[in-house]
């Protein structure tokens, strides 16, 4: 079995930063891409930017410039970076990762962590 946590949600006020953190564990033999979505309330839940293990990256228009996302492959750790935040950022974060399992090494599954809240106030 696989587990993703994340942590680093809270309330910070517009313009503010917050880092948010996800560490996998478990039968991982490796992990392939990682990501970081998000839904706000009512909304559906959108890409905010994912990394490979080769560390290419990609990120949402909105978030472009103002978030980083990184990773330790050693780790099996992936971290966005969030600076300059907006209100319309609040939302809760939810990390991703394309996992291979020592129980099944010839496919990748899909991972989700339970989600941390961000908030970002006027």
């Known amino acids: 079995q696989v587990q993703l946590v994340e942590s680093g949600g809270g309330l910070v006020q517009a313009g503010g930063s917050l880092r948010l953190s996800c560490a996998a564990s478990g039968s991982i033999f490796r992990i392939n891409a990682m990501g970081w979505y998000r839904q706000a309330p009512g909304k559906q839940r959108e890409l905010v930017a994912t990394i490979t293990s080769g560390g290419s990256t990609n990120c949402a228009d909105s978030v472009k410039g103002r978030f980083t996302i990184s990773r330790d492959n050693a780790k099996n750790t992936v971290w966005l970076q969030m600076n300059g935040l907006k209100t319309e950022d609040t939302a809760v974060y939810y990390c991703?990762?394309?996992?291979?399992?020592?129980?099944?090494?010839?496919?990748?599954?899909?991972?989700w962590g339970q989600g941390t809240q961000v908030a970002v106030s006027s």
């Open positions: 991703n990762a394309g996992v291979i399992s020592y129980t099944d090494v010839f496919k990748e599954r899909p991972y």
